[in-house]
C-alpha cells in the first residue's frame, strides 16, 4: 500500500489538466484511495445475495435488502469466492508492486491464471487459454473466448483508476494491458469505462460529470457506448424514476447473445446490460451512498458487482471517512 501511494503520488505531481494543476497531500490522497477499495468491499458484499437470483426482472421495493453489523466479515470468511472483484484487482496490484508500472503483459496473465482461486466466464476461459498455451491478447479475444463480451474485467479494472488519480487515460493505457488478457469488445470497454469514472472521481464529486466524461473513453460507435449514452438520456426524461430507466434498457438493449450461458435464457452478464445498471445506481442515487448501492442492486442480474462497482466509485468520491457507518 506504501509503495502503491507514493507512486500514484508522483504520477499526480505531474499531471495537468488544461492548464489547470490538482494537488492532493499525500493523507487525501491515501483516504481516497482507501475509499475505493472499501467501497467495491462493501458493495459487493451488499448485493451478494441477489447475485443472479433476480434475471429480467427487478427488485421490489417491498423486499428488504439485508445488512447488519458484522455482515461483511462474516460473508468474506464463509464465501470468499464472492470477492473476485477484489482478489483479480489486488493480484494485479500486487505483479505492480513487484515488478513495476512497466511489467509485461505474461506477468498479470501467469499470475491470475495460476492463483489458486476460484474464477467464471471470461477470467475462467482466459486462464484456461493462458495454461494451454494461448497468450494475450488472443486468450481474451472472441474466437478463442466465447466470454469476451462478459462483465469480468469490468468489475476487476477498479485497481487502474485508483493508480490513475485524475488521469483517465492512464487508467485507459493499463487497461488496454490486463484488460485483453480475458475480454475484448464490451467486456473489455465496460473495464475502461469504470476504470475512468475511478479516475475522474479523485477530483470531481459531480457524478453526472464523472458518467458523461467516463463515456468518452468509450469509441462512439461501440454497442456499449450506445447504451450507457441511452441511460444517460434516459435519466433526463424520467429523473425520478429509475425503474422507467431500468425497463428502457431490457427492452433495448437485454439480449446476451455472447455469453453460453445467456443465450436462451434471461441470465445476462453482458458487460454492457451489467454497466447500464451501474450507471442507473451512480446518477439516481445523486452520490448518496446508501441510496446508489441499494438502486444498483435492485437492478437485478450480477447483483453483487455492479454495487461493488458503484460503490468503489462513491468511496472514492467521499474518501473512506466520509462512507457512512
Not at 484456461?128 to 479494472?157: F, T
Not at 445476462?268 to 442515487?285: M, S, W
Request: with cysteine; hydrophobic share 40%; aromatic share 14%.
Amino acid at each position: 500500500m506504501k509503495k502503491l501511494i507514493s507512486t500514484v503520488t508522483a504520477l499526480f505531481a505531474i499531471i495537468n489538466m488544461q492548464a489547470q494543476t490538482v494537488s492532493f497531500t499525500k493523507a487525501q490522497l491515501k483516504n481516497k484511495i482507501m475509499g475505493g477499495w472499501a467501497g467495491q468491499t462493501i458493495g459487493v458484499t451488499f448485493g451478494g445475495p441477489y447475485e443472479f437470483r433476480f434475471q429480467g426482472t427487478f427488485i421490489g421495493d417491498y423486499q428488504p435488502l439485508l445488512w447488519y453489523d458484522g455482515y461483511l466479515k462474516n460473508t468474506m470468511l464463509y464465501n470468499p469466492g464472492l470477492y473476485d472483484d477484489l482478489y483479480m484487482d489486488l493480484t494485479f496490484v500486487d505483479v505492480f508492486e513487484k515488478y513495476g508500472l512497466d511489467a509485461p503483459v505474461d506477468s498479470f496473465a501467469n499470475a491470475f491464471a495460476n492463483a489458486g482461486y476460484m474464477l467464471w466466464h471470461a477470467n475462467q476461459a482466459g486462464r484456461y487459454n493462458i495454461l494451454h498455451g494461448i497468450k494475450s491478447p488472443q486468450s481474451g479475444a472472441w474466437k478463442n473466448n466465447p466470454h469476451a463480451d462478459c462483465i469480468d474485467y469490468q468489475i476487476e479494472s477498479d485497481f487502474a483508476g485508483l493508480m490513475s488519480p485524475g488521469m483517465p487515460n492512464t487508467a485507459s493505457t493499463i487497461s488496454d494491458k490486463i484488460g485483453h488478457i480475458m475480454n475484448y469488445g464490451d467486456g473489455w470497454y465496460g473495464g475502461i469505462y469504470v476504470g475512468a469514472m475511478y479516475s475522474l472521481a479523485f477530483t470531481s464529486g459531480d457524478i453526472n460529470y464523472i458518467v458523461n466524461e467516463g463515456l468518452k473513453t468509450v469509441p462512439k460507435q461501440s454497442e456499449f457506448y450506445q447504451c450507457i449514452h441511452d441511460v444517460i438520456e434516459w435519466h433526463k426524461k424520467y429523473p425520478d424514476n429509475w425503474k422507467k430507466t431500468w425497463f428502457e434498457v431490457q427492452q433495448k438493449w437485454a439480449n446476451d447473445i455472447g455469453c453460453p450461458e445467456g443465450v436462451y435464457a434471461p441470465f445476462n452478464i453482458d458487460a454492457k446490460v451489467n454497466a447500464a445498471y451501474v450507471t442507473i445506481g451512480l446518477l439516481y442515487g445523486a452520490a448518496d451512498f446508501t441510496k446508489s448501492l441499494e438502486i444498483t442492486t435492485r437492478c437485478g442480474q450480477d447483483a453483487d458487482c455492479n454495487p461493488s462497482t458503484v460503490g468503489g466509485i462513491l468511496g472514492t468520491v467521499l474518501g473512506y471517512d466520509k462512507i457512512p457507518a
